[in-house]
């Protein structure tokens, strides 16, 4: 894996130096036409052999290097084993914009888990909010604005809940990896590529160990703690984007196998709200256009004003 560091590390200097003794040879080249004395003709150049084609691999291999592997295997053990935990996951995506570079928006995921049938997520953040629940019977969507909530049958563990959450209402956390059963499986499955980057001290106030990893739909760079094997920060480029925009996430508040209250996986509000489907949002009709609360205002009619007794 070295060799892979190596090439990632030399092509600004190669391409520098590139450009440093071509412009070196053409002002040697300017300089020599200016002093240079008549010559005598040149002897007619040879016939040039035809280039022959070299081939097109690769100047390095794609290794899964067992010392970042390791990390990862470590970081997983960790979390596998807590019986509870919560975290703070804030995520920034990266939107195409009109503009040309691309609009970042923020998601807030306060998260608190139970295994093997315990989750709950609070979703503040850029957007409406909304919130999530799973007590091993039922997964509930809920959103706080509308007082709407979603209300369905789920299977009896996490991992289930959330596949069927995404079957079925296309809902997905970007860290339904780290609440797996077991999250190394979940995490490295597909691995084409892994090596250690080195050491970090600036995020999440602690000493944080690199790793890059890859498999055939993302490249990804992980930051685990040195210490404590918590997952810090993940920052991931999907290989099916064509502008290659950036995703991250940063963990923080980490609690594990703390006392989690009995009533924390459902909510007073489900009750009294009012029902949707559990189901994808369906998108508009083709060539509908958004109608704004002014227009709306305005054409609607007006209501008959109360009969007085």
């Known amino acids: 894996m070295k060799a892979v560091r190596s090439i990632w590390r030399t092509v600004a200097p190669l391409a520098l130096v590139t450009m440093g003794v071509a412009a070196w040879l053409a002002l040697a080249m300017s300089v020599g036409a200016q002093t240079a004395t008549p010559a005598k003709p040149a002897a007619p150049a040879k016939a040039a052999k035809p280039a022959t084609k070299k081939s097109a691999e690769p100047e390095y291999k794609m290794v899964v290097e067992p010392q970042a592997m390791e990390l990862l295997r470590a970081m997983s053990a960790k979390l596998a084993a807590?019986?509870?935990?919560s975290f703070t996951a804030t995520v920034g995506y990266e939107y195409p914009s009109k503009l040309g570079p691309p609009i970042v928006y923020t998601k807030r995921y306060d998260v608190t888990m139970q295994r093997p049938d315990k989750l709950r997520i609070l979703m503040p953040g850029d957007g409406p909010a909304s919130e999530f629940y799973y007590d091993g019977k039922s997964m509930i969507a809920y959103a706080p604005a509308d007082d709407l909530a979603a209300v369905v049958d789920a299977p009896p563990t996490i991992d289930a809940a959330l596949a069927a959450a995404f079957d079925n209402a296309a809902i997905y956390f970007p860290f339904s990896d780290l609440v797996a059963a077991d999250p190394y499986a979940a995490l490295t499955n597909g691995a084409v590529l892994a090596f250690y980057i080195g050491p970090s001290g600036v995020i999440g106030g602690t000493k944080t160990d690199m790793v890059a990893w890859a498999n055939g739909d993302a490249f990804m760079q992980i930051w685990i703690g040195t210490?404590?094997?918590?997952?810090?920060?993940?920052r991931a480029v999907f290989a099916d984007d064509p502008l290659k925009l950036r995703h991250e996430m940063e963990l923080s508040n980490w609690q594990l196998?703390?006392?989690?209250?009995?009533?924390?996986?459902a909510s007073a509000k489900i009750k009294t709200a009012g029902r949707m489907a559990f189901a994808a949002p369906v998108p508009p009709p083709k060539?509908?256009?958004p109608v704004t609360a002014g227009k709306s205002a305005q054409k609607a009619p007006a209501s008959a004003a109360p009969k007085s007794n």
């Open 257 to 265: 196998d703390a006392t989690v209250p009995a009533d924390a996986f």
């Open 82 to 85: 807590a019986k509870s935990m």
């Open 287 to 289: 060539g509908a256009k």
């Open 227 to 234: 210490d404590d094997k918590l997952p810090r920060r993940f």
